[in-house]
């Protein structure tokens, strides 16, 4: 079989506002009404230019591929900026792109004969996605959302490239079934985790470049994350502003200072008080200023995100103006070990500083007890 003559033919599918509401607080982008609260607060779209990392990866492998995308900002406008040729099958019906959108696109590329859909978005973008094409076709996500349960998604938009082009090459490449999970945004934003269970998608079965889904910690766990909070807590030091990233772990930190805490956002802490909650990215950067700031956060279980899951509040600007060597991460040596020696991972939405985020990095996993663990931009990456 001449590769030339049968192209992979890929769907393009980008949910355009996935994860818009991330950076300034809102924690979801479901509806019209959050994209629109997301945008006027100054919100940028992510979705799009993270598919065109992708697909980059395509042109300058220069492999076999035929790309059907629906048009504009669903598709069609960032395969052509990644340099590939793109077949437009159909055009969003309004500006504000829906659901609906997303679930007529998904039919229209199936029903056209692809190989494999690729789509960026978050755990509502693949429900909508499973519920057009069932399991018929292959998927293959591009992480853009907030906080993402679903493993039916790449690490990154690079990891998402690699696959795609091992694909064209022809080379084999095993399947699996991924869970589509989701959440309810509201109970989310009221600092509730609902994760459920909708169905599964078929899914590369790269354990290396495809996220794993999100699973919690045991109960045995609590003293290890109190004994490693109270150690940070003596650390902490006068002047400094501490960014206090999401998650349960964290707020076990904010309860020892006796501080509310935002379970599922950003606060700040200075001198053993609350300087501003659930703050955005730009509020960050306006309370910091130019004095000394660090980041406290942790590990998401089972997948091994430090940024880009359910944190963007802590945008690559933020993240720069900390440095590296201000990064405080809490993670157990129990939540360490259910990674499998697979690395943490960071996808903060700029490719350089991922890769300047990249080696080795202190965790905080007891009382007295620090431990080296590599970072990497994905699971089988090496810094």
Same mark, same amino acid.
């Given at each position: 079989?001449?590769?030339?003559?049968?192209?992979? @033919?890929?769907?393009?599918?980008?949910?355009?506002?996935?994860?818009?509401?991330?950076?300034?607080?809102?924690?979801?982008?479901?509806?019209?009404?959050?994209?629109? !609260?997301?945008?006027?607060?100054?919100?940028?779209?992510?979705?799009?230019?993270?598919?065109?990392?992708?697909?980059?990866?395509?042109?300058?492998?220069?492999?076999? @591929?035929?790309?059907?995308?629906?048009?504009?900002?669903?598709?069609?406008?960032?395969?052509?900026?990644?340099?590939?040729?793109?077949?437009?099958?159909?055009?969003?019906?309004?500006?504000?792109?829906?659901? !609906? /959108?997303?679930?007529?696109?998904?039919?229209?590329?199936?029903?056209?004969?692809? /190989?494999?859909?690729?789509?960026?978005?978050?755990?509502?973008?693949?429900? /909508?996605?499973?519920?057009?094409?069932?399991?018929?076709?292959?998927?293959?996500?591009?992480?853009?959302?907030?906080?993402?349960?679903?493993?039916?998604?790449?690490?990154?938009?690079?990891?998402?490239?690699?696959?795609?082009?091992?694909?064209?090459?022809?080379?084999?490449?095993?399947?699996?079934?991924?869970?589509?999970?989701?959440?309810?945004?509201?109970?989310?934003?009221?600092?509730?985790?609902?994760?459920?269970?909708?169905?599964?998608?078929?899914?590369?079965?790269?354990?290396?470049?495809?996220?794993?889904?999100?699973?919690?910690?045991?109960?045995?766990?609590?003293?290890?994350?109190?004994?490693?909070?109270?150690?940070?807590?003596?650390?902490?030091?006068?002047?400094?502003?501490?960014?206090?990233?999401?998650?349960?772990?964290?707020?076990?930190?904010?309860?020892?200072?006796?501080?509310?805490?935002?379970?599922?956002?950003?606060?700040?802490?200075?001198?053993?008080?609350?300087?501003?909650?659930?703050?955005?990215?730009?509020?960050?950067?306006?309370?910091?200023?130019?004095?000394?700031?660090?980041?406290?956060?942790?590990?998401?279980?089972?997948?091994?995100?430090?940024?880009?899951?359910?944190?963007?509040?802590?945008?690559?600007?933020?993240?720069?103006?900390?440095?590296?060597?201000?990064?405080?991460?809490?993670?157990?040596?129990?939540?360490?070990?259910?990674?499998?020696?697979?690395?943490?991972?960071?996808?903060?939405?700029?490719?350089?500083? /991922?890769?300047?985020?990249?080696?080795?990095?202190?965790?905080?996993?007891?009382? !007295?007890?620090?431990?080296?663990?590599?970072?990497?931009?994905?699971?089988?990456?090496?810094?």
């Amino acid at each position: 079989m001449n590769p030339q003559e049968n192209p992979l @033919v890929i769907g393009l599918l980008v949910n355009p506002f996935a994860g818009l509401g991330g950076a300034v607080a809102l924690k979801g982008s479901d509806g019209a009404q959050v994209v629109r !609260e997301a945008l006027a607060r100054g919100a940028v779209p992510q979705a799009g230019p993270r598919a065109q990392r992708a697909l980059a990866l395509l042109a300058d492998a220069a492999v076999p @591929v035929r790309v059907l995308a629906w048009g504009g900002d669903m598709g069609a406008r960032w395969a052509e900026a990644a340099g590939l040729a793109v077949e437009t099958l159909g055009q969003p019906g309004t500006e504000l792109t829906s659901a !609906e /959108d997303t679930r007529v696109a998904a039919a229209a590329l199936q029903a056209a004969g692809i /190989d494999v859909l690729l789509f960026a978005g978050g755990d509502g973008t693949a429900r /909508d996605v499973l519920d057009s094409l069932g399991g018929v076709v292959p998927v293959l996500g591009i992480p853009a959302g907030c906080k993402m349960h679903s493993a039916v998604y790449a690490v990154n938009p690079e990891a998402a490239g690699r696959l795609l082009v091992a694909l064209a090459r022809g080379e084999l490449v095993n399947v699996t079934e991924g869970e589509v999970r989701d959440i309810d945004e509201d109970a989310f934003r009221a600092g509730q985790v609902r994760a459920r269970y909708y169905g599964s998608l078929t899914v590369p079965a790269d354990a290396q470049l495809l996220q794993q889904v999100k699973c919690g910690a045991p109960e045995q766990e609590d003293l290890q994350v109190t004994e490693a909070c109270a150690w940070l807590l003596e650390r902490m030091e006068p002047g400094v502003t501490y960014l206090m990233g999401s998650g349960s772990t964290v707020a076990e930190l904010m309860a020892q200072l006796g501080l509310p805490n935002t379970l599922l956002g950003v606060d700040l802490v200075r001198d053993g008080a609350l300087l501003a909650a659930d703050v955005t990215a730009d509020q960050i950067l306006a309370q910091v200023g130019d004095g000394p700031a660090r980041v406290v956060l942790t590990v998401i279980g089972g997948q091994g995100h430090l940024f880009g899951r359910g944190n963007q509040q802590l945008s690559p600007a933020v993240i720069r103006r900390v440095g590296r060597d201000n990064l405080h991460v809490l993670a157990t040596r129990r939540k360490l070990a259910s990674l499998a020696g697979r690395p943490l991972l960071v996808d903060t939405g700029d490719a350089a500083l /991922d890769h300047e985020l990249c080696g080795l990095l202190p965790v905080i996993a007891g009382y !007295e007890d620090e431990v080296l663990y590599r970072v990497a931009t994905d699971a089988g990456a090496v810094p």
